[in-house]
């Protein structure tokens, strides 16, 4: 299975957002998760980041890091 978290971290101070990044962690052994986040402390768990731009023409631009 796979979930899609978008922006649940916004509310969380930088402590709760990494406890539910290791939470997170911890439940990728069996799941998938596309989250969404402006969050360092979620985003630096990530073993994948997208991002997504636009430029001033209004084209989207997707970028991708493996880390």
Request: net charge negative.
């Amino acid at each position: 299975p796979f979930y899609i978290l978008d922006e649940v971290d916004a509310a969380l101070d930088k402590r709760n957002s990494e406890k539910l990044a290791e939470l997170i962690v911890s439940y990728s052994r069996k799941s998938q998760y596309i989250i969404i986040s402006h969050n360092d402390g979620l985003i630096s768990a990530a073993e994948n980041l997208f991002g997504v731009s636009m430029n001033q023409h209004g084209m989207s631009k997707v970028t991708s890091l493996k880390i």
